[in-house]
C-alpha cells in the first residue's frame, strides 16, 4: 500500500511539473479564468443591469463606459459580463449532461458487448446521422419559455454521441487488461468494475472530452442566440451578436457593439482548445516538452 502511494505521489508530481511547463497549457488556463472571473465578478463593476438604460445611444468606449453602449443606450460591459455568466452556465450545465449521458453509453457498450453495444450503438448511431443543429432548433422553437438551463439541456441531451463512441473504443481495449479480468473472475459487480478499475484508467481522457463538450456546447448555445432561438429573458454572448447584427451594428460603425462579444467567445473556445492540446501532451509522455 505504502509504495502504491508512494507511485500515485510521484505520478502526480510529474504532471503537476508539466503542466506548469507546458506553454499551451499555461495560454488556455490563463485565458480561460480571465473570462472566469470576469463573468463572476463583472457585474459587481457595474452599475447597471445588461438591459438598462444607462446613457445616450451609439456612445463608443469611454471612461464613463467602458465599451460604450448600444444603439438604445445599453451599457455594452454590462452585457458583456453578464453574458459570459450566461454562457459559462451554458457550457457547465451542457457539457455536463453531454459527458455524463456519453460516458455511461461508452462504458456499458464497451464493457458488456454483445446485444447490449449493439442497441446503445444503434441509438447513438441514430443520434449521429440527425443533424444535432436542426434537433436543437425544433425542440427550442416548440418551447413556450426559452432559459439558459433549458437551453442548456437541450444542447447536452444531442451532443453525447461522439463521446459515447470515443470512449466505448478505448473501454473495448481496457476491459481486456488483467487487472479487469481480475475483477471480473472475482465476482465484482459491472458497475463498481466500470467505476473502479476502467474509469480511473481513463481520466485524463475523460477530461479532455469534458473540456470539448464545455466549448461545444458554449458555442452551440451561440449558434442558437444567433438565429433567435436563445433564452427569452436574460442576455448572453450569442444575444449581443444578434442584436448588434439585427440593428446593423457594422453599417453603422459601432464596432465596440459586435466585437467584444465575438473576441471573448474566440478567446474562451481557443483558450479550451489550447487547454485540451496542452493536456494531451502532458498525459502523453511521447508528446511532452521536455
Known amino acids: 500500500m505504502k509504495v502504491k502511494n508512494e507511485k500515485e ?60 453602449t448600444t444603439f438604445f443606450g445599453q451599457d455594452v ?26 460516458l455511461s453509453v461508452g462504458f456499458f457498450a464497451g464493457y458488456k458487448g454483445g446485444v447490449v453495444d449493439e442497441i446503445l450503438m444503434m441509438v447513438t448511431n441514430v443520434m449521429m446521422v440527425i443533424p444535432t443543429i436542426a434537433l436543437m432548433i425544433v425542440f427550442a422553437a416548440y418551447l413556450p419559455y426559452r432559459g439558459v438551463t433549458i437551453q442548456a439541456v ?41 467505476s473502479g478499475e476502467i474509469a480511473p484508467n481513463m481520466l485524463s481522457y475523460v477530461f479532455m472530452v469534458y473540456i470539448l463538450q464545455f466549448g461545444g456546447s458554449i458555442l452551440a448555445a451561440v449558434t442558437l442566440d444567433f438565429i433567435g432561438l436563445g433564452p427569452t429573458m436574460g442576455i448572453s454572448l450569442g444575444l449581443m451578436l444578434e442584436n448588434a447584427v439585427l440593428w446593423n451594428a457594422i453599417q453603422l460603425g459601432m464596432w465596440w457593439w459586435i466585437i467584444p462579444p465575438g473576441l471573448a467567445i474566440t478567446l474562451i473556445v481557443g483558450g479550451l482548445y489550447f487547454m485540451n492540446t496542452g493536456l494531451d501532451e502532458i498525459f502523453n509522455p511521447k508528446l511532452r516538452e521536455m
Open 154 to 194: 437541450i444542447i447536452g441531451c444531442t451532443a453525447w454521441p461522439w463521446t459515447a463512441r470515443a470512449v466505448r473504443s478505448q473501454t473495448f481495449s481496457l476491459k481486456q487488461r488483467n487487472f479487469v479480468s481480475l475483477a471480473r473472475i472475482t465476482g465484482v459487480k459491472t458497475i463498481k468494475i466500470i
Open 77 to 102: 460591459f454590462s452585457q458583456l459580463v453578464h453574458g459570459l455568466r450566461s454562457s459559462f452556465g451554458v457550457g457547465l450545465l451542457g457539457g455536463t449532461i453531454a459527458t455524463l449521458i456519453g
Open 9 to 68: 505521489i510521484s505520478n502526480t508530481k510529474e504532471i503537476l511539473y508539466f503542466t506548469f511547463k507546458n506553454k499551451k497549457m499555461i495560454i488556455g488556463m490563463c485565458l480561460f479564468l480571465f473570462f472566469l472571473l470576469l463573468g463572476v465578478f463583472g457585474p459587481y463593476l457595474t452599475q447597471y443591469g445588461p438591459m438598462d438604460y444607462a446613457g445616450p445611444g451609439y456612445h463608443p468606449p469611454s471612461s464613463e463606459y467602458w465599451l460604450g
